[in-house]
């Protein structure tokens, strides 16, 4: 096992020792749900700082949970997060970040001159800017609000890079104008990873953005199919661009849906459970959690994954 990963009202670290933990989102849909990442090789486990990761010679999958209370202000926090996790990477010979996943409480809430998304990503280039080239590879990437304390990172690594994949509908993220921040979002719409026996696709959180600009504004059910939209240009022009072994929403493995108002749930499952229904194949799991997205204008945001299995495991 290189990680299980759960999803409760609170984060918390379950194993000290090994890659076992709550994210701190709550599931809309199930009482419990455990999300397994497997290694068909033995799996070595190791703590670097406030890292506690898992290796098996090919790839690395890690987890911190920082309390901001310990630090003078989030950007400290966050950059202090990330270089713990540049660090390690160079230590253990793993250079190159495939996913990223990050959560904090009150996303959008303004706090001096930026909000906290804005302090987050100025946080990560701090770091980005004291390790060198991790810019011109960013990773698959998501980033959303908790309703409770502690900055949670986890990600997934390799000692290879894989393919950074954009979307023609999109601007990427990281020429977005200055108007939405300091300094821009460091991450790819999606990384493509050939493990050799079989490839993988991480898609970054998606939303109902065209362009840099948000779309429907009070309307989730209009933002669910304009980021379905999205996710299906994405996935098109990754198979014409790299050969995916995902053509479409329906062929992932997992999707997770983030929605901001919980009220929303009902016609955001009954509109995604139809789209799905014409899965020729098994349809993905669908993981719905409460969460707010990094804009305030946006509701929903959806992230996929394929991997060489089904169900809720990751076979890496």
């Known amino acids: 096992m290189l990680a299980a990963i759960g999803f409760a009202p609170k984060a918390a670290i379950l194993d000290t020792q090994r890659p076992v ?29 406030s890292i506690t ?29 990330y270089q713990h996790v540049f660090a390690l990477l160079q230590q253990a010979g793993y250079p190159c970040l495939l996913r990223m ?36 590879a960013p990773p698959a990437a998501t980033a959303i609000g908790t309703q ?37 979002p460091a991450f790819s719409r999606a990384t493509v990873k050939d493990w050799g026996q079989g490839k993988h696709i991480y898609i970054s959180g998606t939303t109902s953005i065209v362009g840099h600009e948000t779309l429907h504004i009070g309307k989730p059910l209009l933002q669910l199919e304009e980021t379905l939209r999205n996710l299906e240009a994405l996935l098109s022009h990754g198979d014409a661009t790299l050969g995916m072994p995902a053509r479409q929403v329906r062929d992932l493995t997992q999707l997770k849906v983030y929605l901001h108002d919980a009220t929303c749930l009902p016609e955001i499952q009954e509109r995604l459970t139809a789209y799905l229904a014409a899965a020729t194949l098994s349809q993905p799991t669908v993981l719905y959690l409460q969460g707010d997205v990094c804009r305030s204008d946006l509701m929903v945001e959806v992230e996929g994954i394929y991997t060489s299995s089904s169900g809720n495991s990751g076979n890496v």
């Open 148 to 184: 409770q304390a502690g900055l949670q990172v986890y990600f997934i690594a390799g000692k290879s890079a894989g393919m950074q994949l954009e979307n023609p509908r999109q601007t990427s993220a990281f020429l977005y104008p200055r108007q939405y921040g300091p300094v821009s």
């Open 21 to 49: 933990f709550t994210v701190g989102l709550p599931l809309l849909t199930t009482t419990s749900y455990t999300e397994l990442w497997l290694s068909p090789t033995p799996v070595h486990y190791g703590k670097h700082a």
């Open 101 to 136: 996943w990050n959560y904090f409480p009150a996303i959008v809430t303004p706090q001096g001159e930026f909000n906290r998304y804005q302090t987050f990503c100025l946080g990560r280039q701090d770091a980005l800017n004291e390790w060198g080239n991790f810019d011109y």
């Open 53 to 81: 990761y898992s290796e098996n010679g090919t790839v690395l999958f890690g987890h911190l949970l920082l309390e901001e209370a310990d630090f003078p202000d989030f950007r400290i926090a966050s950059q202090t997060a």
